[in-house]
């Protein structure tokens, strides 16, 4: 636990992100106020039918969509299912998918279900600094292909992936092609007005909404079938009573996105690349992972090797910094994330990355402040590594 009166430095803006308060100062009076169901007759819960439609086109301006190609879900997770099962059903005839090895649980598991209903689903390599190999990518692709979903951007790394051009390789394949772009919406400018994606995944609380609204863009002429039966809400595409005052939340987040588009690739880049150089500077053994000249503005991911990870949090943690680790806890052992296995980052070094993930509301203060903390951290963890003694003598 963090010592008291301990402000907390957040970065971990990857994981989740603060409500902006003008986005919770536009959702309150849809909780308690304005509470109305969308679908009913009354003037009081018809209005609401409009606000729901403002905010799906300020969703849609981010976006460089239609409205209409907008669809209110849950979250990341439920727009990234809702995608590849509705592609597989309106191509019935195709038994494969095609999609990455750095791809988010959410498209990963997905595919495991798929493989236990008999489809093939085949998950391309990366190289070791996670970029996917085009030509690999085109030789997976065939005519039995119903889908290709490749992330815009890597949440741990955040790698950007040449997604237009993974369209077209979809394309001339005649497969559909899914984008989860739940870590870069927000983050890197977006125009689907020019792209040949079909269906784009995103989530609010990882652009300053909050948790548990999401959408899903569904380019117009592209077939779907709904993954929530039910009513008739967003035109029959997902049913349920639509969550208003995140629905609300959400178009505001997407308009506040716009605004600050600019500042996240400029000022928020340079904090990020102030701590990276910082960090190289003042700490030896380190690398960092990932496709350095072209990720997310807000995102670094740095091997400390020969320490934990873990460690190197849980003691950052008592100065109330909060980053994540590239580790993922199962069954009591700690694992290398997916993402650095795959880039076959070596052990000593997966076991020891860190993520740092930014935002708009990060500040240089809080920057200098992990900058101070984290050497010492890191020498502490390293005076009792067997690993790190052995690796000197
Ligand atoms: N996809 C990516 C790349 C993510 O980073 C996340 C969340 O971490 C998700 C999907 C899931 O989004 P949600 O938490 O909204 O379900």
Not at 9 to 20: C, K, P, S
Not at 54 to 65: D, I, N, P, S, T
Not at 300 to 306: D, G, K, L, P, R
Request: glycine residues 8%.
């Amino acid at each position: 636990m963090p010592e008291e009166n301990i402000k907390t430095v957040y970065l971990d803006n990857n994981a989740t992100t603060a409500v902006d308060p003008e986005v919770f100062e536009a959702m309150k009076p849809f909780l308690c106020d304005l509470y109305g169901n969308a679908s009913s007759i009354h003037t009081f819960g018809g209005q609401i039918a409009a606000h729901i439609e403002k905010a799906r086109g300020h969703v849609a301006e981010l976006l460089g969509a239609v409205p209409s190609e907008i669809m209110f879900t849950s979250c990341g997770t439920e727009s990234d299912n809702a995608a590849i099962f509705s592609a597989v059903q309106i191509c019935p005839k195709r038994r494969k998918v095609v999609v990455s090895k750095v791809e988010h649980p959410a498209v990963l598991n997905v595919g495991k279900e798929l493989e236990r209903k008999g489809y093939r689903v085949v998950e391309v390599p990366v190289d070791s600094c996670g970029r996917i190999d085009l030509e690999s990518l085109q030789e997976l692709v065939d005519d039995n292909t119903a889908l290709v979903s490749v992330m815009w951007a890597n949440n741990e790394i955040g790698n950007i992936y040449p997604v237009e051009k993974i369209a077209e390789i979809a394309h001339k394949n005649g497969a559909l092609f899914h984008t989860d772009a739940v870590q870069s919406v927000g983050k890197v400018p977006i125009n689907l007005a020019k792209s040949k994606i079909d269906m784009l995944s995103l989530s609010g609380h990882k652009l300053h909404a909050p948790k548990g609204v999401g959408a899903l863009y569904v380019r117009r002429g592209v077939r779907f079938r709904p993954f929530i039966i039910g009513g008739h809400q967003e035109r029959g595409r997902r049913g349920g009573t639509e969550n208003t005052a995140s629905i609300i939340a959400l178009g505001k987040a997407c308009e506040l996105a716009r605004k600050y588009m600019d500042f996240e690739n400029s000022e928020v880049k340079k904090m990020r690349d102030r701590l990276e150089a910082g960090v190289i500077a003042s700490i030896s053994s380190i690398r960092l992972n990932g496709d350095i000249e072209n990720r997310l503005p807000n995102t670094t991911s740095i091997a400390f090797e020969y320490i934990e990870g873990e460690s190197i949090l849980m003691l950052l943690d008592r100065f109330g910094i909060c980053a994540s680790s590239g580790s993922a806890c199962t069954t009591g052992s700690l694992e290398p994330s997916h993402v650095l296995r795959a880039m076959g980052v070596p052990y000593t070094a997966a076991h020891g990355s860190i993520r740092f993930s930014l935002s708009r509301f990060t500040t240089d203060a809080e920057i200098d402040f992990v900058l101070e903390k984290l050497p010492p951290v890191i020498e502490r963890l390293r005076e009792i590594s067997p690993f790190w003694n052995s690796s000197k003598a």
